[in-house]
T-cell receptor, first 110, second 116 residues
Framework: SQKIEQNSEALNIQEGKTATLTCNYTNYSPAYLQWYRQDPGRGPVFLLLIRENEKEKRKERLKVTFDTTLKQSLFHITASQPADSATYLCALPGRRALTFGSGTRLQVQP | DAGVIQSPRHEVTEMGQEVTLRCKPISGHDYLFWYRQTMMRGLELLIYFNNNVPIDDSGMPEDRFSAKMPNASFSTLKIQPSEPRDSAVYFC??????????????FGPGTRLTVL
């Protein structure tokens, strides 16, 4: 089965800087990969999907890359704001629908 | 659309009691998912339905857990009898498709279950 690794340690950055979160996976390369945002006490919210034939995807201040050779996706938030503070989860299709990573908590300091 | 609706938002019960969690998916979504989230194990898929039919329940912890979807707009997750280790946040999610366009999942607000 697919194993997903996200940095369990919180990422603390200063407002205005670029946050970069990592999602590594083992085994087979998926056809696509998704990123979700989760705020405390709420359910995850879908942000972006990137397909295996796309190297990069952008949405406003968000940028996702997908390297099937490294088996890695990077999630960038440029010009970060305190409102970006949340836990970010990556998700990959597997044998049983989507498999979610454990998430990385991002804290943007004003 | 109001999004995925779950009830109750919080449930505190005593060990051995029956617990029923409820979910209303987004209208028109063919897939419904039940997840459990804990600090130790993260977000785990318990079961999912396609057009009201259970497709994969291999994530259901044990026979104490059961899920039903009697119609396209309602699903329940039941735990009987409940145990303290069932304490977690339970999420319901729905999507248009599983793997193609529209496969992003929309999550409800979750039910925080505490079993004493």
């Amino acid at each position: 089965s697919q194993k997903i690794e996200q940095n369990s340690e919180a990422l603390n950055i200063q407002e205005g800087k670029t946050a970069t979160l990592t999602c590594n996976y083992t085994n087979y390369s998926p056809a696509y990969l998704q990123w979700y945002r989760q705020d405390p006490g709420r359910g995850p919210v879908f942000l972006l999907l990137i397909r295996e034939n796309e190297k990069e995807k952008r949405k406003e201040r968000l940028k996702v890359t997908f390297d099937t050779t490294l088996k890695q996706s990077l999630f960038h938030i440029t010009a970060s704001q305190p409102a970006d503070s949340a836990t970010y989860l990556c998700a990959l299709p597997g044998r049983r629908a989507l498999t979610f990573g454990s998430g990385t908590r991002l804290q943007v300091q004003p | 659309d109001a999004g995925v609706i779950q009830s109750p938002r919080h449930e505190v019960t005593e060990m051995g009691q029956e617990v029923t969690l409820r979910c209303k998916p987004i209208s028109g979504h063919d897939y419904l998912f039940w997840y459990r989230q804990t600090m130790m194990r993260g977000l785990e898929l318990l079961i999912y339905f396609n057009n009201n039919v259970p497709i994969d329940d291999s994530g259901m912890p044990e026979d104490r857990f059961s899920a039903k979807m009697p119609n396209a707009s309602f699903s329940t997750l039941k735990i009987q009898p409940s145990e303290p280790r069932d304490s977690a946040v339970y999420f319901c999610a729905s999507s248009l498709s599983l793997a193609g366009v529209g496969n992003e999942q929309f999550f409800g607000p979750g039910t925080r279950l505490t079993v004493l």
